[in-house]
């Protein structure tokens, strides 16, 4: 054992709390409550309370339901049933409402007036929602969507940008206990149909196009196709965002949220399905994530009041879209009073310092974007502080990709160098973080705080042995309350079991390298898989090839996404061509127009290269995550078992590529 003489001297943090922002934070508060009632450590700080969360798990879990006032409108029986993973038993018997609570400041008569949401796009000034306007249509749609005969477990779609109307429904739906997904209107019908087919929807929530660059885009014919290619919707609601009337056999949005009627919340199991969220579909369709009520209900109050340190004097903004679940999390910021700030719009437009024009409009406190938001900004010679009034911010918080180094230098210097830099890491499958920001601990560049509350967290070397201070894959080896209940049409649980649960039987491996360090700080490394990651919004390789490979002049193809140490992001597409065909200026530009109207604009290769073939294995399979650690520099012998590969030689070519891009 290493004696602290000889011990490596911990680093010195970027940033510290002060005494006062530890005393005022909520998760102070709630350590000395906790302590008083449920004998958490009074002494010790966040390590302390991280351990005993972890240690004492339904203990935690229970205290944060109390202190929180989660509503049980019938009592639960234990916290935790059954810890096995998949299949750990939440809070059963219990009964509750996700939107009841998300509405519930609306009771307050000191707060009934208040915004509730504030709506910004690249063209107008902050439009606010109060708490009453938004609790009075949520009632009102929710009579409506039951009128249409919409029952528990039913399913509403929403393909919607970030605006208050897609908050409004999806809260509606969950009052009335029916399944919320959603696309962003950037999808292109197949990639939204591969999403949506899968769960049947009843009903569809959308607008006739969306403004985004300066430019209006209509989804009139997109639109029309998903009308077509989804037999089980009994409605469709039109909202007129760009102004055209509403289609013949339509429901107008107006009609339906005009009443006074008040919410009816509906209440289900702890373990209802409150919304599916999708995954990238690397291997194929992407997962149907399905998470209940309770749990994000539970984990969001956590991760949103105590790591977060939400609450009814802030104003919550988050740079995201409706097909990624930083919305999902976003909207919850509700459930602490808090005003959330709702941006539909291009992340640089008109210039590339938008987003703090937002911040500074709207007086966000916690503003969230993405670490390639942040790098952009630097390169571009932005600077926030002097440019914008930025008083109010208190913490700027990043995902989507790790923040390089750089860019927490950046922050420190151009926005404040008392700010709270909170690089945060988790994902769909459970909507929330593993680890991120904690108000009370030092930052440190170019790492995470700290492993969340209730968070089981370690880095696992292949044996699956714990590994600190060195690289290992991210497990989570005790049940949260937001993993996944189910996947849909997952009748026997083979593919979710199959996700996360294959590589260590009972344990949640997440696809993310990682490392612990010794002052309990997290460092990642980007996927340990092939998803790729643009602007924060995931895809799968699939859904690029399926594109692609439907032009004549393309055999195959295989596509990378490369986290780079300054903070970029390549993406280069490679074609192995049909014979005869010439990959010139002219095929590119088909290329990226397929990809950009059919797919997202956000998706379109930086680099299309000619290959002369794509690497498989012996079952026929892609060879993806080889190909990407070859051109991140990994020599071939260490990127690839060549037992496992049909055309070693193949890789070589890829490796030349590495070096010349290198």
């Not at 038993?89 to 009771?107: D, I, K, S, V």
């Not at 970030?162 to 999808?187: K, M």
């Not at 009627?261 to 919304?275: C, K, M, R, S």
């Not at 014979?579 to 956000?602: C, N, Y």
């Amino acid at each position: 054992m290493t004696s602290p003489a000889n011990a490596a001297p911990q680093p010195e943090p970027l940033w510290q709390p002060g005494p006062d922002r530890i005393s005022g934070a909520r998760i102070t508060a709630f350590q000395t409550w906790a302590a008083e009632r449920y004998g958490a450590p009074a002494e010790g700080g966040y390590q302390a309370l991280h351990r005993w969360s972890v240690a004492e798990l339904d203990t935690f879990w229970k205290a944060v339901a109390d202190w929180f006032d989660v509503r049980f409108s019938t009592p639960y029986e234990t916290v935790l049933a059954d810890r096995s993973m998949p299949g750990a038993q939440w809070f059963p018997g219990a009964t509750l409402n996700y939107a009841e609570h998300a509405l519930r400041t609306a009771e307050d008569p000191a707060r009934a007036d208040d915004a509730a949401l504030l709506h910004v796009d690249e063209s107008h000034e902050p439009v606010a929602t109060s708490w009453a306007e938004l609790r009075r249509q949520v009632g009102s749609l929710a009579a409506e969507l039951r009128a249409l005969g919409v029952r528990p477990g039913d399913r509403v779609s929403g393909y919607l940008p970030n605006i208050p109307q897609a908050v409004t429904a999806l809260l509606a739906t969950a009052a009335v206990g029916a399944v919320w997904t959603s696309c962003a209107p950037d999808f292109g019908a197949r990639s939204v149909l591969d999403r949506f087919q899968q769960v049947e929807p009843v009903v569809l929530f959308t607008v006739d196009g969306y403004r985004y660059g300066g430019k209006e885009h209509d989804r009139t014919d997109v639109v029309a196709e998903l009308r077509r290619e989804l037999p089980t919707l009994r409605a469709v609601v039109h909202i007129p965002l760009l102004g055209t009337a509403a289609p013949q056999g339509t429901l107008e949005w107006s009609s339906l949220t005009e009443s006074d009627n008040e919410p009816v919340f509906e209440q289900v199991p702890f373990d209802h399905p409150l919304w599916v969220l999708y995954s990238s579909g690397t291997t194929g369709l992407p997962k149907a994530i399905v998470q209940s009520q309770g749990g994000i209900l539970l984990e969001h109050f956590k991760q949103l009041g105590l790591h977060c340190d939400l609450g009814p004097e802030d104003r919550f903004f988050w740079y995201t879209s409706t097909g990624w679940m930083m919305w999902n999390f976003l909207v919850s910021g509700l459930l602490t009073g808090t005003t959330v700030v709702l941006y539909d719009g291009s992340p640089g437009y008109p210039e590339t310092g938008a987003q703090w024009g937002i911040a500074e409009r709207t007086g966000a406190t916690l503003f969230g974007t993405s670490a390639a938001y942040v790098m952009a900004c630097r390169k571009a010679g932005v600077h926030p502080a002097r440019d914008y009034d930025l008083a109010r911010v208190k913490c700027v918080a990043t995902t989507g990709s790790p923040l390089p180094p750089d860019g927490f230098r950046w922050l420190h210097d151009e926005v404040r160098d008392d700010l709270w830099i909170a690089s945060v890491s988790g994902g769909t499958d459970v909507c929330s973080c593993f680890a991120g920001a904690v108000p009370t601990l030092p930052v440190h560049i170019g790492e995470l705080q700290a492993a969340c509350l209730g968070t089981d967290l370690q880095a696992w070397d292949p044996q699956g042995k714990p590994v600190v201070g060195e690289v290992g894959e991210l497990v989570v080896v005790n049940p949260m309350p937001s993993m996944p209940i189910r996947f849909w049409n997952d009748p026997d649980g083979s593919r979710y079991r199959d996700s996360y649960f294959e590589m260590f039987p009972g344990v949640w491996r997440h696809g993310d390298w990682i490392t612990i360090t010794g002052h309990g700080s997290v460092i990642i490394h980007g996927r340990s898989d092939s998803t790729l990651n643009r602007q924060g919004v995931r895809m799968g390789s699939a859904d690029i090839y399926e594109v692609v490979e439907r032009l004549p002049e393309i055999r195959e193809s295989l596509v990378i996404g490369l986290e780079e140490p300054d903070g970029g992001y390549w993406m280069p597409l490679f074609v192995h061509l049909a014979e005869g065909a010439v990959l010139d200026d002219a095929l590119r530009t088909k290329i990226k127009q397929a990809i950009r109207e059919e797919l997202s604009p956000r998706h379109v290769p930086d680099e299309i290269i000619e290959a002369p073939g794509v690497p498989h294995t012996l079952t026929g399979k892609r060879i993806e995550v080889p190909v990407k650690r070859l051109l991140q520099g990994t020599p071939l012998e260490k990127a690839v078992n060549p037992g496992s590969v049909d055309n070693l030689d193949l890789l070589r070519f890829y490796e030349a590529v590495a070096r010349k891009h290198g």
